[in-house]
């Protein structure tokens, strides 16, 4: 069951969000269910309390009562860094603010420059990633792995060895394959950000490139350069 939250105190936006988001599930065999909200209210807390369920939140900045959509979604994240934010607005000058003051917001759409276009793709690719059942595959001959590719966190040539390490939700996996190699096999979510590691998008919370690291979404810190790898992973203190 996917849940699409919508936040909008406008009825006319609130009818054209459903008419996308019903094209977009017309062609997905998957569950799922749309509420709507017009400001923060008790019954908006208790689902975003709710664990386990696929959510995508989509808000206006701008919304009734004391809580804008940005304080919205600081509720959000404080307990839940898997459910997708999509802000719609016609604030420009908000965009920098938000980004300073939350982590992992999916995209900005403006209302009123293409609107309908830029959320059926946004909406799309959220979609076709959270239920895609794509794999990364590798053999040697000897044995076989198959992981999927959701799952993989980064990727980093481990300085000894030579090989691949391939960081997962699951564990870690060591192969012969050279990172370009290993790029071919993956998609536009992953960004290659030394000559040494991939990292998956999805999974980052910062990427800090004046003192070279990634922070991933659980609190681990992961240094860019591969000699650092082993030495500089953790929680940040």
Not at 30 to 48: C, D
Not at 166 to 191: C, H, P, S, W
């Amino acid at each position: 069951m996917v849940k699409f939250i919508i936040v909008e105190d406008e009825k006319e936006y609130q009818a054209t969000y459903k008419k996308i988001i019903d094209k977009i599930m017309f062609r997905n065999d998957t569950n799922y269910e749309i509420q709507y909200y017009e400001g923060y209210t008790p019954k908006l807390q208790k689902v975003i309390k709710e664990p386990a369920e696929s959510k995508i939140y989509i808000m206006d900045i701008e919304v009734k009562g004391t809580k804008s959509g940005l304080d919205i979604a600081r509720e959000v994240r404080k307990n839940d860094w898997d459910s997708e934010i999509l802000f719609i607005t016609n604030h420009d000058k908000m965009f920098d603010t938000v980004y300073e003051n939350l982590f992992k917001v999916f995209c900005f759409i403006r209302k009123f420059h293409g609107m309908e276009k830029d959320l059926t793709e946004k909406l799309s690719l959220i979609i076709n990633r959270k239920f895609d059942n794509s794999k990364f595959f590798y053999t040697n001959g000897q044995s076989d792995l198959q992981i999927f590719t959701k799952d993989i966190i980064y990727i980093y040539r481990e300085t000894a060895s030579r090989k691949l390490i391939i960081k997962t939700v699951n564990g870690e996996y060591a192969i012969n394959m050279t990172l370009q190699e290993a790029l071919t096999k993956l998609d536009d979510r992953f960004r290659q950000v030394h000559r040494a590691c991939i990292v998956n998008n999805d999974f980052v919370q910062e990427y800090n490139w004046g003192q070279g690291y990634f922070a991933l979404s659980n609190g681990e810190k992961v240094n860019m350069c591969s000699k650092n790898f082993r030495n500089n992973k953790g929680k940040e203190e």
